[in-house]
């Protein structure tokens, strides 16, 4: 098994600040950093959400941005 430390982002300003402590700690161990985001939908709200097209873009552009800003931190991570 391949040890990394995983990352849970819900594309807040507040995790993104809260994603740096484990980015550096990766880096002090010398760990890769998997960076994940997920939509958990209570069926009340989904169909009032956008089309799961949509929702990809928009958790792909949240695991993009955190990622440069993490390198941007944390270069060899």
């Known amino acids: 098994m391949r040890l990394e430390i995983t990352v849970g982002?819900?594309?807040?300003?507040?995790?993104?600040?809260?994603?740096?402590?484990?980015?550096?700690?990766?880096?002090?161990?010398?760990?890769?950093?998997?960076?994940?985001?997920?939509?958990l939908l209570s069926p009340v709200a989904a169909p009032h959400l956008p089309s799961g097209e949509v929702r990809t873009v928009v958790g792909q552009r949240i695991l993009r941005g955190a990622e440069s800003e993490l390198r941007g931190h944390y270069p060899d991570v």
């Open 9 to 39: 982002l819900d594309g807040s300003a507040e995790s993104l600040s809260a994603a740096r402590w484990p980015a550096r700690e990766a880096q002090l161990r010398g760990l890769p950093v998997r960076l994940v985001h997920l939509w």
